[in-house]
């Protein structure tokens, strides 16, 4: 079982940046690819970004793509979520969650992404 917390949200104006953070408890985080979903209000949770367990391939969706960098530190146990160039369309609970197959678990409690116009 893993745990995931993630952290770094907050209020941003439009064109700024935010990196958030998801720290995972448990040996076998290496051993998971990781992947960031977000959910704004009224709307499903959508997928954002997720990086294979060795951190050498990376996904996004295409309305972050060149905007957004996942990346992972196995030795901190966490991954990472770099967002530039935010847009008030970005505004959303933001979600980390562990993979194994096609299966997504273990998610973490999200952390809130506000961006003003």
């Known amino acids: 079982q893993v745990q995931l917390v993630e952290s770094g949200g907050g209020l941003v104006q439009a064109g700024g940046s935010l990196r958030l953070s998801c720290a995972a408890s448990?040996?076998?985080?290496?051993?998971?690819?990781m992947g960031w979903f977000r959910q704004a209000p009224g709307k499903e949770r959508e997928f954002v970004a997720s990086?294979?367990?060795?951190?050498?391939?990376?996904s996004y969706a295409d309305s972050v793509k060149g905007r957004f960098t996942i990346s992972r530190d196995n030795a901190k146990n966490t991954v990472y979520l770099q967002m530039n160039s935010l847009k008030p369309e970005d505004t959303a609970v933001y979600y980390c969650?562990?993979?194994?197959?096609?299966?997504?678990?273990?998610w973490g409690q999200g952390t809130q992404v506000t961006v003003s116009s």
């Open positions: 990086i294979t367990w060795s951190g050498g391939s990376t």
């Open positions: 448990g040996r076998t985080f290496s051993s998971y690819a």
């Open positions: 969650a562990t993979q194994r197959g096609s299966r997504w678990s273990n």
